[in-house]
């Protein structure tokens, strides 16, 4: 404790020389034991990781310091893991910070002109979505899991953003890329794999530690292969006059006008690469599995099934396809929506991020550089802010039969480097989950839901569930 006070930092649980609070820490359950420190500590403490890394999980301290001050709490620290993966920072997660704004800018303004949260999208996953329901239809009512079309389903619509075309299901590219990245991400945010941020040379202990390198070198080296490849492709095809139809393409021709101006600011090819890469995985496995998780509650919440089903019928019909303007009729499935995202949350520990300046923040002064954990997901189980948060009810989010946003929930994190896919990812949630049920009545495997529990890796899943689908058409 003495130590966090000597660097002026809060409170927390006392670090062990060199390797701080490492050991103290389980990747299962990463999430909790922020929750039950914060029952300690309040709602801003310290971990040694083996950094002293500031935990912010109080809903007003990040409102008062994330949101407000955003500036400041926008920068990524170098890690380890990006000089192994991609050798430096690069892409857009943990880019190098005074890059930042320019590959965000361009980013955003590149998926709207590809017609994120717009028809052009609307059109690609409505297409997608029309194209499972024969293939489930062919289950005929058996048991099955959900996962594989959805990984056809979703991948195929970042796919399409980035390379311009979309894959037929008996094509083995986005399966093979998801096995991939989920091989990758297995112990990307480990507390074990932040150790080598401080002591690289621990990663010759790979074995006794458990920390898995070769594995995860050997996925992320296929993929990097593969993109690199269809990076080349792309470029002997490019006709710079043409609008471009894809990210890649896109991307091209802005290296092509900053090496005119000299005004570079990151616009490589290396960047690009790893920019795909980055928009790839985080397109992917995200929805797929808040997805899992909504079907996973509803199975657990039968009544809540039949109200969906009420409202589609009345709103949509079977017939017409889902477009998002019927959100605004449909106020029972979106505050059922709205609950699987306060529930459901998928990163069980958010990304690292770091001070940009020397900051104040709740009556502590930080370093410039100092780490930062911005945990939201915190606040979506915070007794104060919702009564009986562990229960499923997407009745809170009710009034008079009206749905109301609520901004406590906070799944694509907040500031300056909240998440870039937000609208991309809620269109595909909302238009899948809803063609599914418009089309389908889903059951359990047996007499009894699935028990509702989750896998906690980098990424936070319900465990493997079959469930029946029976057509309503
Ligand atoms: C339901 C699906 C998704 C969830 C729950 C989700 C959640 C998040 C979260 C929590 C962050 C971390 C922000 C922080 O550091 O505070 C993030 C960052 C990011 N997300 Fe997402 N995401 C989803 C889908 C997507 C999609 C579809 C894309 C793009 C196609 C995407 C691209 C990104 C990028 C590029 C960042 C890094 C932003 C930066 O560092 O400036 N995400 N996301």
New binding site residues.
């Given amino acids: 404790k003495n130590v966090n006070r000597l660097r002026g930092l809060p409170p927390g649980p006392t670090p062990f020389p060199i390797v701080g609070n490492v050991f103290q820490i389980s990747m299962e359950r990463f999430d909790t034991q922020i929750n039950e420190y914060k029952k300690e500590y309040g709602g801003i403490f310290t971990l040694w990781l083996p950094f002293p890394t500031v935990i912010i999980c109080d809903y007003d301290m990040l409102k008062r310091n ?1 949101i407000r001050n955003g500036e400041a709490f926008a920068g ?1 620290p170098d890690t380890f893991v990006m000089d192994m993966l991609v050798q430096g920072n690069y892409g ?4 190098e910070n005074y890059w ?1 704004k320019a590959q ?1 800018k361009f ?1 955003s303004h590149i ?1 709207r002109s590809l017609g994120v949260g717009q028809a052009g999208t609307q059109e690609t996953i409505a297409n997608l979505a029309s194209g499972l329901v024969p293939l489930i239809e062919k289950e005929k009512g058996e048991p099955m899991e959900l996962r594989k079309y959805l990984v056809h389903a979703v991948g195929n619509v ?1 796919h399409k ?1 980035l390379f311009g075309f979309t894959r037929e299901w008996d094509e083995k590219e986005i399966f093979d890329f998801h096995v991939e990245i989920n091989e990758v991400l297995e112990h990307f945010t480990a507390p074990k794999t932040q150790l080598l941020d401080a002591w690289p040379c621990l990663a010759y202990l790979d074995k006794p530690l458990q920390l898995g390198i070769p594995t995860t070198m050997k996925a992320n080296n296929k993929i990097l292969d593969r993109l690199e490849r269809t990076l080349e492709t792309h470029k002997k095809a490019i006709n710079y006059d043409e609008e471009p139809t894809n990210y890649i393409d896109a991307y091209l021709k802005e290296i092509k006008l900053r090496m005119a101006d000299a005004d570079i600011e990151g616009f490589t090819e290396k960047q690009l690469v790893v920019a795909i890469y ?2 790839y995985s ?3 496995e ?2 797929i ?2 997805i899992r998780f909504a079907f996973l509650y509803m199975l657990n919440n039968p009544e809540a099934q039949s109200r969906i089903h009420e409202e589609l019928d009345n709103v949509v019909g079977r017939e017409r396809g889902v477009v998002m303007d019927d959100q605004k009729l449909l106020p029972y499935t979106c505050a059922f929506l709205q609950e699987v ?1 306060r529930l459901g ?3 069980p520990v ?4 770091c001070t940009l300046e020397d900051t104040k923040c709740e009556g502590y002064n930080l370093r410039a550089g100092t780490r930062i954990i ?1 945990q ?1 997901q915190s606040a979506h189980i915070d007794a104060k802010h919702f009564e009986d948060p562990e229960v499923f009810s997407a009745e809170r989010f009710l009034q008079n039969g009206q749905f109301v946003r609520d901004e406590r929930i906070m ?12 609208y ?3 269109m ?2 909302f238009l899948y989950f809803c063609t599914l049920l418009q089309k389908f009545e889903w059951k359990p495997e047996g007499d009894k839901a699935p028990p509702v529990e989750v896998i906690t890796s980098s990424l936070r899943a319900p465990t493997p569930f079959k469930l029946r689908a029976i057509p309503r058409y």
Wanted: proline fraction near 2%; hydrophobic fraction near 50%.
């Fill in positions: 994330v990524r857009l997660f943990f880019m930042y965000r980013t998926f970042i953003h980055d928009l985080a397109g992917m995200t929805i599995i808040v995202y949350y998928v990163l958010n990304f690292l991020r911005a939201f799944p694509f994190s907040i500031g300056k480097r909240s998440c870039l896919g937000e991309l990812a809620r595909e949630v």
